[in-house]
């Protein structure tokens, strides 16, 4: 039986892999931080010495790494010491270009590979309910279904590489600038001497109706379930949709695409978390806007 390669075994790495797993696949895992190692081999990984170990014995290599340099580093070293027709799965979140680079450098070593991020956070991850946005070659996506779907709820193809990467930094750069707006119309109603509870109940079922407000509302009491009840803890973190954002603006250089509203998130975000810290869910900036008065 070959095995299944997961290098990267954090917050989001390790649950995935464990899902893996619990369907039966083999899994050697690999991961430079000892506890993050240690919680995957509880949940049932087979960890190993190096990437190197980890890839020689496996059919599939799936990398959940911070930046597209480390995916890009990794790839370097490993390979060329892959098994002949590899699939390659990386589900960080990277620039474009460097989903394209990873993917490249794959192909051209005989292997196939997509870049398949994912929504859905740490809950979705251990939950198996992740959305996967999918970038490659029709035929690599199909080998990747098997172990998406033993992952996640939901995965789109969405075009060739890097595609993926597209849809996960659009979709992010919506988010952003629409968590913006529902937090400055709260900090608005609040002025104007709306309760939140009022403004929620029209807006929710109005046309200013969004995923920001109606699942992850910034404010406490409208959504139980919304970090916004637990101190902004959990949820998606600040720092995190800053690192989205900013990769959604370094491609629209690229692309030579103006997004104004997107640059503004990305500012604003960028200001929030050096007052805030990287940690709290990013809804936490509809506090800033009611403190200063500011967007």
Not at 119 to 132: D, K, N, R
Request: proline content about 5%; hydrophobic content about 50%; charged content about 15%.
């Amino acid at each position: 039986m070959m095995a299944v390669a997961f290098l990267g075994l954090g917050n989001m790495g390790g649950p995935m892999a464990a899902n893996l797993v619990k369907a039966g696949e083999k899994v050697l895992g690999y991961d430079p931080v000892p506890e993050a190692a240690a919680s995957a081999a509880e949940a049932g990984v087979s960890i190993v010495d190096s990437p190197a170990a980890a890839v020689a014995e496996a059919q599939v290599v799936l990398t959940m790494l911070p930046s597209g340099k480390h995916v890009l580093d990794l790839y370097r070293d490993i390979v060329a010491l892959a098994q002949p027709d590899t699939l390659f799965l990386d589900c960080s979140t990277i620039e474009v270009a460097d989903a394209r680079a990873a993917a490249e450098l794959a192909v051209a070593a005989g292997h196939q590979a997509v870049d398949a991020p994912v929504s859905g956070g740490v809950v979705g991850a251990a939950a198996g309910t992740l959305t996967f946005m999918v970038g490659g070659r029709s035929e690599a996506f199909i080998a990747a279904e098997p172990y998406l779907h033993r992952m996640g709820a939901k995965f789109v193809h969405c075009g060739d590489s890097g595609a993926g990467q597209a849809a996960k930094i659009c979709n992010n750069m919506i988010l952003g600038v629409s968590m913006i707006a529902v937090s400055e119309a709260f900090a608005l109603g609040q002025a104007l001497g709306l309760t939140d509870q009022a403004l929620f109940d029209v807006a929710s079922t109005a046309s200013g109706q969004c995923w920001a407000l109606t699942t992850n509302c910034p404010v406490p009491g409208p959504v139980p379930a919304s970090p916004a009840n637990r101190g902004y803890q959990g949820g998606f973190a600040s720092g995190l949709m800053l690192k989205d954002l900013r990769l959604s603006q370094a491609a629209a250089e690229a692309a030579d695409v103006r997004t104004a509203l997107g640059k503004h998130a990305t500012d604003r975000y960028a200001e929030f978390v050096a007052e805030d810290g990287p940690g709290r869910d990013f809804s936490a900036i509809v506090t800033t806007l009611r403190e200063n008065g500011t967007a």
